[in-house]
């Protein structure tokens, strides 16, 4: 696919770049005065966050970009909030508060891991430990999964997994290296080739929910739960998907993760509109669908780790796309700085049946432009 964009090497696609982090830090700022150490609720509501207490699967989302500004300017504001945010988690993972959720990777890496990473902090290692035991607990050795969400115990939920888990697995991979415990990476490689056998279908469309018999570990049925229809791609899985599995990679080194990695973008780009951000569902190309901002920007990072991962030859279709889908993200989805409303990164699509956060701005959608601006300005070392 060829795309028509400002190339990545011209002097304006840095200029842009550029203006994106005067006006997120602006804005960052002004989300930091109005939720002081509480945290943004997972979607705007009329443009403007909700504030919340440290509950739900997505207040790591905040903390990350505080570290991912801190990291940008050097600001010791937004370092010690994010501090703060330290002793939060810890608290919500030693009093177990809404932690019956594969989501703890979201929550961890990306306050604590990445507290560790930045800083070396002693006490952010342990925390996000505790969270990784945690999430073990999850892991199902008959089926070979880690349970989305609910009770363990609960027969409508028992053996669900869905794409977005490829995104915890970093926890797990990260406290083995850490403490030497195999058990960890075995729980989160186990699941990452389960989610490939089972989540993947033929033609790299993604399932965003399968279930397994956790007794006999057979494979029970494929189904979605905020997509389109059970058998359409819902787009936020499918971006998952590509970054998920390059995450993993990272880990593990297995060739099979980038191959695949690499099915999945090349079923997901060519489904894209013309500006590149992506339909809530990618089987609604050419209807008016509303768009999913949020997705667009998690493929902008899976497509950026790809990149990464290939020969130069083969690499630069997918690093154009990114920097295509990056450009057009910047310039028609981005809050102006002095724009009504406390979110970065507007029309994203949460869940569409359920009526909540559509066409809003949301947390991880807000993150992901955030981490995928570091990428492109920086040298990095990711969180995950």
């Known amino acids: 696919m060829t795309f028509p964009f400002t190339p990545p090497d011209h002097p304006r696609f840095a200029a842009h770049l ?14 930091r005065l109005l939720v002081g150490e509480r945290f943004p609720a997972e979607t705007c509501a009329n443009g403007h966050y909700p504030v919340r207490d440290n509950v739900e699967w997505t207040t790591g989302f905040w903390s990350g970009q505080l570290w991912l500004a801190y990291q940008r300017t050097g600001n010791p504001a937004y370092r010690a909030l994010a501090e703060r945010h330290v002793i939060s988690f810890g608290q919500r993972i030693v009093q177990r508060i809404d ?16 507290a560790w990473r930045v800083t070396g902090s002693p006490s952010a290692r342990g925390i996000a ?13 008959q089926a070979g999964i880690i349970q989305a969400w609910g009770d363990l115990d609960d027969p409508a ?12 697995l970093p926890l797990l991979y990260w406290a083995s290296q850490q403490t030497g415990d195999g058990r960890f ?3 989160a490689r186990t699941h990452a080739e389960q989610a490939a056998r089972y989540l993947v279908r033929p033609d790299a469309s993604t399932f965003h929910t399968f279930y397994m018999d956790t007794e ?24 998952w998907g590509i970054l998920g599995f390059m995450l993993s990679w990272r880990y593990t080194g297995d060739s099979q993760h980038v191959a695949l990695a690499r099915r999945l973008a090349d079923y997901f780009l060519p489904r894209l509109p013309e500006d590149g951000v992506c339909h809530w569902d990618l089987a609604l190309l050419g209807t008016g669908a509303l768009r999913d901002s949020s997705a667009a920007a998690i493929a902008v990072c899976g497509l950026l780790e ?23 993200l910047t310039v028609d989805y981005l809050s102006a700085p002095d724009e009504v409303g406390s979110g970065l990164l507007k029309h994203a699509v949460y869940h569409l049946a359920d ?14 432009y955030v981490e995928a601006l570091t990428r492109l300005t920086q040298v990095w070392q990711p969180y995950w």
């Open 157 to 168: 939920q028992r053996g669900r997994m869905i794409i977005d888990c490829n995104l915890n």
């Open 216 to 239: 006999s570990g057979a494979p029970r049925f494929g189904n979605t739960h905020q997509g389109y229809a059970d058998d359409s791609c819902w787009a936020r899985g499918q971006a």
């Open 18 to 31: 550029e203006q994106a982090w005067a006006t997120v830090l602006a804005r960052l700022d002004a989300t």
């Open 185 to 187: 990476a075995t729980a």
């Open 355 to 368: 009526n909540k956060g559509v066409d809003e701005c949301c947390s991880w959608g807000d993150y992901f």
């Open 129 to 141: 430990l505790l969270a990784a035991e945690a999430l073990l607990e999850r892991f199902s050795p």
């Open 99 to 114: 932690t019956a959720t594969h989501d703890l990777g979201f929550l961890y890496t990306l306050s604590c891991v990445a």
């Open 306 to 328: 790809l990149a990464a991962a290939l020969p130069p030859a083969e690499a630069g279709r997918y690093h154009d796309a990114a920097c295509f889908i990056m450009q057009s």
